[in-house]
């Protein structure tokens, strides 16, 4: 394997407010490799989103980055000016945000809304009716690839005249408008049914066979990540705690977290199996502690835990954040 394409070390994001410092990522370290599909897991509130709007430089003031450094294709990219990330966005990154009917904008159609975010990265694009023929040809094409039906009559809808799954598809269209290196899907199947979240997924690993492109599948969801990624990160109360091959850190959960996510998914394969949900609430983001952030909701912590812990490495790429693994 190649070096990373995109590569984080010691991120940490916070956002002031009356009650104190949040820390919404505390010290993130992963790599993404090119053609690879990583999924990076956690509950709400974990900092997933949070970690990849500080990689595109969209986060809202007045949250910002207060350490680490954002690398991409060897390219120092955190701290650049916002008329470089604009380049970068869309071009070489691009991110499909939560619920689409929420990001697209619902007084443009899909051609509009495709056709701007060509416009703005495609400085080779002719004048004149050329171009809006280029542009609508291309617009087409992108929702033909996406596997919406009839894509020269979808041009013309309106975002509240589309499905889920067609409006989730029309987010990936423009996502993939400029033939980005690395696609980062946030939470892509969100409010979906379970028929259409499969085809969407479906559609993400073709696309990442057919152009190549690297994805990072941001969810909740542990069975969506391992069906569809080789690695996975799992992240907790703004920390990596886990990461490695996705099937290893499945089959072998290290980490006392891992272990409760799994715990908590149905399973068809033992249907009688009792879904235990991990007890207590997230760590507090402005106080958390000192040691381990799980620590006070996990039935294995001993005073060991109280103490800060680093990302230990295990056998076999894989690393964990717990007392219990060996350093």
């Not at 993404?32 to 997933?48: D, I, P």
């Amino acid at each position: 394997m190649s070096g990373p394409l995109l590569e984080i070390r010691g991120l940490a994001v916070v956002f002031p407010t009356r009650g104190g410092l949040v820390r919404a990522v505390d010290g993130v370290d992963l790599e993404v490799f090119s053609g690879e599909c990583l999924g990076v897991v956690g509950e709400s509130g974990s900092g997933k989103s949070v970690t990849f709007l500080a990689v595109l430089g969209l986060l809202r003031p007045p949250g910002r980055i207060e350490a680490g450094e954002i690398r991409f294709e060897g390219r120092t990219i955190s701290g650049l000016p916002e008329a470089e990330l604009r380049e970068l966005r869309g071009r070489a990154i691009a991110i499909t945000l939560q619920d689409a009917l929420t990001a697209l904008n619902p007084a443009l159609t899909v051609e509009q809304q495709i056709v701007e975010t060509i416009e703005a990265h495609d400085p080779d694009l002719p004048r004149g009716r050329a171009r809006r023929r280029i542009l609508r040809e291309r617009a087409q094409e992108l929702l033909r690839l996406v596997g919406i039906p009839e894509p020269a009559r979808r041009l013309a809808a309106y975002p509240h005249e589309l499905s889920g799954g067609m409006r989730q598809r029309v987010m990936i269209a423009i996502a993939l408008s400029c033939r980005p290196k690395l696609l980062i899907a946030d939470e892509p199947t969100t409010a979906l049914d379970v028929t259409i979240q499969a085809q969407v997924l479906d559609l993400l690993a073709e696309l990442r066979e057919r152009l190549g492109t690297a994805i990072v599948l941001v969810s909740h969801d542990l069975g969506v990540v391992a069906e569809h990624c080789g690695r996975v990160v799992v992240m907790y109360a703004g920390q990596v705690v886990e990461r490695g091959p996705t099937a290893a850190v499945i089959g072998e959960p290290r980490h006392p977290y891992t272990r409760g996510l799994l715990r908590s998914i149905p399973s068809i394969a033992e249907p009688e199996r009792p879904i235990r949900p991990i007890p207590g609430q997230m760590a507090d983001p402005i106080r958390p502690p000192p040691g381990c952030r799980f620590e006070p909701r996990c039935s294995l912590a001993r005073p060991a835990c109280r103490l800060p812990i680093a990302l230990r490495p295990i056998d076999g790429g894989r690393a964990a954040r717990c007392v219990e693994v060996a350093a």
